[in-house]
């Protein structure tokens, strides 16, 4: 079982107004020389100036942005046209402004155009995955605009470009300045789709990606092409729910979904049609003009709506327009409508959740009566509708909020972009339960244990792991990771972390993740046989072999239907006749003396007899030595080798006797015993000085008949300093 909870999102979201921008211009094919032309345009609520400027040509130029006008400045191709690929060039451009605006490009050429949105540099990261549609006659294209000095940036090819690098091969360039440019251009036919980019130490990069010119879905005899561009968004941008509407042009779209990562499900109106490992691409062609399709990933993607070429004449053509994740809806824009050569036709697609349809409001008019359920996304509408030229203004007054395509066509051209949307970072870190090294959530059903059996649990985060705490289902809790846990009770146990995590180091928003399994814990069967006898019995036979002649033992091991191991053990103890001796002296001032009613004048000696518990005859001998003595009797001092600590190796709790294990002490101080199950598990510790063990564990609940280990920590009065620490395994009898 595992749970997943998502607990702050909470931290700052950008969107695409702002006041710092990077941008370029890429390579586009123009058939009439000299009639290329370059150019930004801006909206802003208030007005305010705007300034583009080349930093390492130093050209620069500044224009007003009226809320009420169309602000459109003209950019010399000197400046910010990019055409080589490989090289770093000096062509990009920065923009910054007085106030709050959102800004545009547009590249025409002769026939070819299209529009991008530019993203601020407060949403500038250093990821980004390539898409572009496949090229044929020329080249598919991305380029990157360093918006730092010093930038090294990683490329992972998918596709071969035309300056000698194969797919699959990883490769390093260094943008030294700010504002210098890398184009990368295809080989053709080809396509740089799938195409990994990063920056080193997190330095912010722009990237823009799309085609010189594509022939959409081929080059056909009497077809066209035309220059596609969109602005890539970073990979933390990406988004796992999509709606795309056909551009309602007379002709059919063409949609193309790029993965993050392996394994990622894609679902279009509710159906399954593709599963796509990272980098990939899956590619279908819209039902109608009028389609509208809801579009399911499991994993993060990107999506990109394509116009198709027209015949070689006609209204239309490619284009290319990023289809925003539902995630980064925004609830207010402004934005111009612009008439560019050969354009007769603007379109506006507004989508919102059918909630905000009531509070959506078109340049101050309420505009909820022109908006339709979407069949294949319950909860969303839509609206289509045309515009003419000049400023507009759309907002949400319920704050929802809402996702907008601006698209436009005429004679051979056609233009689509999205006129803006929020940047929250949609990427959520994976984190993992592994218990055993294996992740729980392959084992719906949990994991077995056996009683004292140490269970390795660790939490796995793809991003950065902050903090773990643990429960086990019993008392135990932890902040470890990763964590070993035993259990010492049968039962069924839920063990959860709740974790904290987030994408990376440099990220501000921080996941509370919390994950959970089962733990199914099982007993171990213990199983002991002890047989004791003297040396006159040996040999002695178990189970016929092996032959025993001293003290042994037999251990059988096998597993049980739980996976616990279980054990039976064979103890053969063989005893002999204990014979102990006495030495002491006696003053011949205390002659005669006595011991036990016997008479000792002189120097002598007695011998006991007993039968111990094991049933062997013992003898104690107790010699008397008599010495001359003038003052009264004082004992002399212990023999040197005399032991200091003595341990037994069993005892018996249902005994009257030996009932309790302690510790015997000559010239201890100090002494603390603990006992250990064989798991290595502690059961009790106390002073050895004062204090025994019954064989029981803390609850009272009695130990089973096992062997145990022991470990005694004691200082001695002679070298009081110093620690000393003695174990071995003492035998508890039932």
């Keep these: 079982m595992a749970m997943l909870s998502q607990c702050n999102l909470c931290a700052q979201t950008h969107n695409t107004m702002g006041t710092d921008f990077w941008l370029t211009f ?11 032309t370059l150019s930004v345009f801006a909206t802003s609520f208030r007005t305010c100036t705007a300034t583009v400027t080349n930093p390492i040509t130093g050209w620069s130029r500044s224009f007003v942005v009226d809320p009420a006008q169309i602000n459109r400045l003209y950019v010399p191709t000197s400046q910010a046209y990019t055409t080589s690929s490989g090289s770093v060039t000096n062509t990009g451009l920065h923009v910054t402004a007085t106030d709050t605006i959102s800004l545009y490009t547009i590249t025409q050429g002769y026939p070819n155009l299209d529009y991008a949105n530019v993203m601020p540099t407060s949403m500038l990261l250093s990821d980004y995955m390539v898409q572009s549609y496949p090229a044929d006659r020329y080249s598919s294209e991305f380029a990157i605009v360093a918006a730092e000095d010093s930038v090294n940036v990683s490329i992972t090819l998918r596709g071969n470009t035309i300056d000698g690098h194969t797919s699959g091969q990883t490769y390093s360039v260094l943008i030294p300045r700010a504002g210098q440019v890398l184009q990368v251009q295809s080989t053709r036919p080809g396509d740089l789709s799938g195409t990994r980019i990063s920056a080193a130490n997190n330095k912010r990069i722009a990237v823009f990606n799309g085609d010189v010119c594509v022939y959409i879905p081929n080059q056909n005899v009497g077809q066209s092409c035309d220059h596609v561009v969109e602005q890539a968004l970073p990979t933390s941008y990406w988004g796992r729910n999509f709606i795309v ?14 993965a993050l990562n392996n394994n990622c499900q894609v679902k279009v109106n509710g159906n399954v049609v593709a599963t796509l490992n990272s980098s990939f691409t899956y590619q279908y062609q819209m039902t109608h003009n009028n389609s509208i399709d809801y579009i399911e990933t499991s994993e993060p993607a990107m999506v990109y709506i394509y116009f198709p070429s027209m015949n070689g004449a006609g209204s239309g053509d490619p284009s290319m327009t990023t289809i925003i994740p539902i995630e980064q809806r925004l609830s207010s824009i402004r934005f111009p409508t612009i008439s560019t050569t050969n354009v007769t036709a603007h379109c506006i697609n507004i989508i919102c959740d059918t909630s905000t349809v009531s509070h959506m409001y078109l340049d101050g008019t309420n505009i909820s009566s022109r908006f339709q359920p979407i069949a294949n996304a319950p909860g969303y509408s839509y609206m289509r509708s045309m515009l003419n030229t000049g400023t507009h ?8 909020g809402f996702i907008t395509y601006m698209y436009g066509s005429g004679n051979r051209v056609s233009y689509g972009y999205t006129l803006g949307y929020a940047g929250r970072n949609l990427r959520v870190p994976k984190g993992t339960l592994l218990v055993r090294q294996q992740d729980a959530a392959a084992h719906p059903e949990g994991f077995n244990a056996c009683i004292g059996q140490a269970i390795p649990f660790q939490i796995y985060s793809d991003g950065v792991l902050l903090s773990v705490q643990w429960s086990f289902g019993d008392v135990d809790t932890s902040t470890l990771n990763p964590k070993y846990h035993a259990y010492d009770s049968l039962g069924d146990y839920e063990a959860c972390a709740i974790f904290t995590h ?5 990220d501000t928003v921080v996941f509370c993740d919390t994950l959970c399994t089962t733990i199914h814990v099982y007993p171990t069967y213990w199983t002991e046989r002890f047989d004791t006898c003297l040396q006159s019995n040996l040999p002695i036979f178990y189970h ?3 032959i025993y002649t001293e003290v042994l033992g037999d251990t059988n091991r096998y597993t049980s239907r739980y996976g616990c191991d279980s054990v039976e053990v064979y103890h053969l103890h063989i005893w002999e006749n204990d014979t102990t001796w006495f030495d002491t002296t006696v003053c011949d001032t205390l ?13 002598s000696s007695v011998v006991q007899r007993y039968v111990n518990r094991h049933g062997a005859d013992s003898l104690v001998y107790l010699l008397f030595y008599t010495i001359h003595c003038t003052n009264p009797y004082e004992p002399p001092e212990p023999p040197v080798d005399s032991a200091v600590l003595w341990i037994p190796n069993t005892f018996t709790p249902s005994l009257s006797i030996n009932k309790e294990f302690r510790i015997f002490s000559h010239d201890i101080i100090e002494a603390t015993v603990s006992i250990y199950h064989r798991w290595g598990g502690l059961i009790t510790q106390f002073d050895g000085l004062t204090q025994s063990w019954d064989g029981t564990l803390p609850n009272g609940t009695p130990c089973p008949q096992a062997a145990y280990v022991y470990r005694v920590v004691y200082r001695t009065r002679s070298a009081s300093s110093e620690q000393h620490v003695v174990s071995g395994t003492v035998t508890l009898l039932r």
């Design 544 to 546: 016929g072999d092996p």
């Design 393 to 400: 203004t759309l907002y949400d007054q319920g704050g929802n």
């Design 502 to 506: 987030k994408v990376s180091a440099a």
């Design 26 to 36: 890429m390579d586009n094919v123009d058939t009439t020389p000299h009639s290329q």
């Design 591 to 603: 002659l005669p003396f006595t011991w036990r009613g016997i008479v000792f004048p002189y120097d």
């Design 245 to 258: 509407a056909g551009s309602h042009a007379g002709r059919t779209d063409y949609v193309r979904i790029t």
